[in-house]
């Protein structure tokens, strides 16, 4: 079956824009979880969306936000960028339980890789 | 909250077994570890997951000792394609802890 789809998969923006991401999960998996990836902090979980509700969230500041779909396709939006935003943000989707059991394993997309200039 | 802590890097070299060992000492008692491999420019890939015990698939054991406090990844007779990073990963919920990766880097 199609895996875990991120689009775009590369993008560039200047500080002060806004950038929206936008994840597809394996079909059948109602939870999507996204998460920043950077040289200096590693993988950091943002947040995660199960059947349309946000129902954990990472130690990020508000201007990271997203959403779910009721097809469970993910969105995630960056305001006010700035140039430490500079990062592959992953989306990860996973079967019952979401997140939350840490027994579920994770399926990532390939990743948007976000440019700050 | 789960702190994992892993070697920054090793060096193998082909048809040796490779053993990456991750230190998570305060693991709460639901949680699991799952360990990932992930190549340039791709998003980590699921490799094994455990809770005690050992455990084994098609490409790697974990064995996770009575306390839990540590993991440790063994690759067997890893070849130049097993070169990547590895992570591991504990918890669920909004404490998902990744370790900050071991890049393996396997030579001929």
């Known amino acids: 079956k199609a895996g875990v789809t991120q689009t775009p998969r590369y993008l560039i923006k200047t500080r002060g824009q806004q950038v929206t991401l936008s994840c597809s999960p394996i079909?059948?998996?109602?939870?999507v979880s996204w998460y920043q990836q950077t040289p200096g902090q590693g993988l950091q979980f943002l947040f995660e969306?199960?059947?349309?509700?946000?129902?954990n969230k990472g130690n990020f500041p508000g201007r990271f936000s997203g959403r779910q779909f009721s097809n469970s396709r993910s969105e995630m939006n960056v305001s006010t960028l700035e140039l430490g935003d500079s990062a592959l943000y992953l989306c990860?989707?996973?079967?019952?339980?979401?997140?939350?059991?840490?027994?579920?394993?994770?399926?990532f997309g390939a990743g948007s890789r976000l440019t700050v200039l | 909250l789960a702190k994992t802590t892993q070697p920054i890097s090793m060096d193998s070299y082909e048809g040796q077994e490779v053993n990456i060992t991750c230190s998570h000492n305060?693991?709460?008692?639901?949680?699991?570890i799952t360990w990932y491999q992930q190549f340039p420019s791709q998003g980590p890939r699921f490799i094994i997951q455990?809770?005690?015990t050992k455990v084994t698939n098609e490409v790697a054991s974990l064995f996770i000792p009575a306390d839990r406090k540590s993991s440790t990844l063994s690759l067997p007779r890893v070849s130049l394609s097993d070169t990547a990073v590895y992570y591991c990963?504990?918890?669920?919920?909004?404490?998902?802890?990744f370790g900050a990766g071991t890049i393996l880097r396997v030579k001929s």
């Open positions: 305060n693991i709460a008692t639901n949680d699991y």
């Open positions: 455990g809770y005690k």
């Open positions: 990963l504990v918890g669920g919920g909004n404490k998902l802890v």
């Open positions: 990860a989707s996973t079967g019952w339980g979401g997140v939350i059991s840490g027994a579920n394993v994770l399926t």
């Open positions: 079909s059948g998996h109602r939870s």
């Open positions: 969306y199960f059947s349309e509700t946000q129902r």
